[in-house]
């Protein structure tokens, strides 16, 4: 009885463990070459949105609100490009920046958001653009 | 059928070796079979681990005692549930608990990215057969719990065994140990990804969000293991208090110093990319400071209430260590270039630096129990001569490190991420601040005089308002926008990020634990020896010793005195505190009375008959608060199982856009922004 129990122990669990078929062996993992900048991507929008969100619960000066907004839209701009060059098969190389031209009535003067379109009132802080 | 047990044992073990081989050789030899059935052996060590732990509980319910385990830690006249928790009674059925639960987190961790981490599981699957490997050669040829008792060449089969030891036999004992090595042994999850992601250069984060997880699973073990303990402390060992700086209860606090440490500045690994290296060393040094809280508690190397007898295996533990440490040590050492911060601290004036305080005040908390425990082996090793360091120098060195700990869980929130001005900082603390400061003045007014207790309510009003203020700013927001009322936008905000606000909660939970710590600066307690009739006076209560009950059943005899209790002149329900007498053990214990309120317990010891055998001596504690201590935890749980629920997120970006793009693309401006969901 015993005997039998050891021999029952040691038959199953060496089965197990080295009965492999072929269909057990698991299909290649899907590898992204983007997948580490897809994540920092996904990490730098997550702090855009925690930055709005702290903005408007009032942590944040309009000008600290500013700044730090258009420096993680430049680092996002930057792995955007970056995405887009390892997609496409180029050797990543440095990203420029630019800044664009502003025109009259894109920039708020009260909080500094920029707009693509001439506005009479900010979409940020609602105060006149003039 | 022990020698199914054994057998089971040493299979697990073969098991072990072949999957650290089969892993690794499978993942450099580009073998994917190979890699695959190491994966199947670590279901298979689990499986024989499991029939092993089934052996040993039958054996002790059933009452085996031919076995040396057995026979050593359950006797027939103990109730069910003690004779399962005999199974981590003792060295040797601990250790096994330890194996089992090793193999069991391994058994989940490879089945849950049995199709993710390809890259990385070999190692995971290596890092953890490596530390399974070490338990079960413990468990096999050390201190194995199938041992029988031999006289001469025959076993024998003594009738009834020394049972539990009585301290043990209490309900919380079921289910403490269990927790914290739950949160002991889970620890090696997030090491294992670690060392895992060192080995590969992973790149990206993905892998470390799998660890974050891990360690907050098994920081919520750690802490209800260790809040167990505190609870059966007070209630078993008589003494009037929770925490003691035993060096054991000290070994359950050090890793969970270090996994808090690490919760806090992953974070800014996720968000920017910063802390690399030091997220490392905190989880090797969380994982190591489990193996080392093991240690001291098997090793006799320091003396405990806890311990388990002087035994030979300190010095397997010893060799562990030093071989792990050395391996990561060198791993993250050649590492260097990959840990490489994505970016730099932009403003004094931030989440991170408030994040890195917090860290470093952590980590010297870490290392003031850390040099208290250890000073005995020090002392011994210079001097020849062990001296411990008492309560006191614990009390010293940690209380002020507590309300700086304190302070920082209220700054924290108020700051924003990367950089914050003055202006806003000042608007941001003056409400808070200024509750802090109120509180305290009337705490003074109202005659405490205790600088600690002043600064410790202070603090805790100053961080229970900037939670509150955050809750309802944020709901605010979100109500502004949705017309929803503010409690279902606080269930809101906090459903669409659960990791923020469930981490505010656990903020709140830490907070009301401080409220509870802070009363043992008002405890009062006194000893007396009372004859039959003879009463007392302690603080509001006066007791009465009004008459005496003895008795006993098969397991142990009591005796306790009837104490009428009276508050301020009103009668109170008559409490007995006890003694007992356990036969098996020949051993004495405790059963305290106690009155518990949200002000204050009222807790009574009977210390054992006085000089004249009518006689009682009773130990009589006022404790303020402590019931907080015990609510502090649930709020702390409630609020890391927020944390563990995922948010709701939608990520919609209509608005905000790139002011900067690359050279290829200027004058095309790329539509990208934040989740107007958040605002």
Not at chain 2, 27 to 34: G, N, Q, S, V
Not at chain 2, 96 to 103: D, F, Y
Request: positive net charge; hydrophobic residues 45%; proline residues 5%.
């Amino acid at each position: 009885m015993l005997l039998a129990a050891a021999i029952l122990l040691i038959a199953v669990t060496v089965l197990f463990t080295f009965s492999i078929r072929d269909k057990d062996m698991p299909a290649p993992e899907p590898l992204s070459p983007t997948r580490h900048l897809d994540e920092r991507r996904a990490a730098i929008y997550e702090n855009l949105r925690d930055l709005q969100f702290e903005y408007r619960v009032g942590k944040l000066s309009d000008a600290d609100y500013q700044q730090t907004k258009v420096g993680l839209q430049k680092e996002l701009a930057g792995v955007l490009a970056e995405i887009e060059k390892v997609s496409s098969g180029a050797p990543p190389t440095p990203v420029k920046v630019e800044t664009p031209k502003v025109t009259p009535g894109t920039v708020c003067p009260h909080c500094s958001a920029t707009f693509p379109q001439p506005l009479k009132f900010c979409g940020e802080c609602g105060k006149e653009m003039s | 059928m022990e020698n199914i047990g054994a057998l089971a044992i040493l299979l697990a073990f073969c098991f072990a070796v072949y999957a650290i081989i089969g892993s690794l050789v499978g993942k450099w030899a580009k073998r994917p079979f190979l890699a695959l059935s190491a994966q199947r052996a670590v279901y298979s060590v689990w499986a024989l681990l499991t029939s092993a732990v089934g052996i040993l509980l039958y054996s002790l319910i059933k009452g085996d005692y031919r076995m040396a385990y057995v026979w050593a830690t359950s006797n027939h006249t103990m109730e069910l549930q003690y004779k399962v928790a005999a199974w981590w009674g003792g060295q040797e059925g601990s250790l096994l608990l330890w194996s089992w639960l090793l193999a069991t987190y391994s058994a989940i961790i490879v089945f849950q990215n049995r199709r993710k981490f390809r890259d990385m599981m070999p190692y995971v699957v290596g890092v953890l057969m490596f530390t399974q490997t070490f338990f079960l050669i413990l468990n096999g040829f050390v201190a194995s719990p199938f041992k029988m008792i031999a006289a001469g060449r025959g076993i024998v089969d003594i009738g009834d065994g020394q049972g539990l030891n009585p301290l043990l036999q209490y309900w919380t004992m079921v289910i403490h140990p269990p927790m914290l090595y739950l949160g002991y042994v889970g620890f090696i999850a997030p090491f294992a990804f670690a060392i895992a992601s060192l080995a590969t250069k992973q790149p990206g984060d993905e892998w470390i969000k799998t660890t974050r997880r891990w360690t907050l699973v098994t920081w919520m073990f750690q802490t209800t293991g260790v809040l167990l303990g505190m609870g059966w402390a007070y209630a078993v060992l008589g003494w009037g208090g929770y925490w003691g700086w035993d060096p054991v209860e000290n070994a359950s606090l050090l890793p969970w110093i270090t996994a808090t440490a690490f919760l806090h500045s992953v974070m800014m690994q996720e968000k920017k990319g910063m802390m690399k290296v030091w997220n490392m060393v905190l989880v090797s040094s969380t994982f190591f400071l489990c193996i080392f809280g093991t240690f001291l508690t098997r090793s006799g190397v320091v003396q405990s209430v806890h311990a388990f007898s002087e035994g030979p295996i300190g010095k397997y533990f010893v060799g562990f260590l030093a071989i792990g440490i050395t391996l990561t040590v060198y791993l993250i050492l050649s590492r260097l270039e990959y840990l490489k911060s994505e970016s730099q601290m932009e403003s004094v004036l931030s989440r991170e630096s408030s994040f890195m305080f917090n860290n470093l005040i952590l980590l010297a908390g870490c290392f003031a129990v850390l040099w208290g425990t250890l000073f005995p082996v020090i002392t011994e090793a210079i001097m020849g001569e062990k001296i411990s360091v008492d309560k006191p120098f614990f009390n010293r060195v940690n209380i002020p490190i507590g309300m700086f700990l304190l302070l920082l869980t209220g700054v924290g929130p108020l700051i924003a991420w990367r950089r914050s001005s003055f202006e806003s900082l000042k608007r941001a603390f003056m409400w808070p601040a200024l509750s802090g400061l109120f509180v305290s003045a009337a705490l003074f007014a109202a005659g405490i005089r205790s600088f600690y207790a002043l600064m410790s309510f202070g603090l805790c009003a100053f961080v229970l308002i900037t939670v509150a203020i955050e809750f309802f700013k944020g709901a605010r927001a979100i109500s502004g926008k949705s017309g929803k009322n503010l409690l279902v936008s606080m269930f809101e905000l906090t459903h669409r990020n659960t990791r923020r606000y469930g981490g505010y909660l656990v903020h709140v939970g830490i907070v009301i634990l401080f409220v509870g710590f802070t009363g043992a600066a008002f405890n009062q307690d006194t000893t007396v020896e009372l004859p039959q009739g003879g009463s007392m006076t302690l603080g509001a209560y006066t007791l009465k010793v009004v008459g005496f009950e003895e008795g006993e059943n098969e397991n142990y005899s009591w005796g306790r005195p009837k104490i009428a209790v009276t508050k301020y002149g009103e009668e109170l329900p008559m409490m007995m505190p006890e003694q007992r007498f356990y036969f098996a053990s020949q051993t004495p214990t405790h059963e305290i009375a106690l009155r518990r309120r949200l002000n204050e317990d009222l807790y009574i010891n009977y210390a054992g008959p006085g000089t004249n055998n009518s006689n009682v001596i009773l130990q009589v504690y006022v404790n303020p608060l402590v019931s907080w201590v015990w609510i502090g935890y649930w709020v702390v749980l409630f609020g890391t199982i927020i944390c563990l629920i995922p948010s709701k997120t939608k990520l919609v970006f209509p608005r905000t856009e790139v002011v900067g793009m690359t050279s290829k693309h200027a004058g095309k401006p790329a539509q990208v922004g934040t989740n107007e969901n958040e605002s």
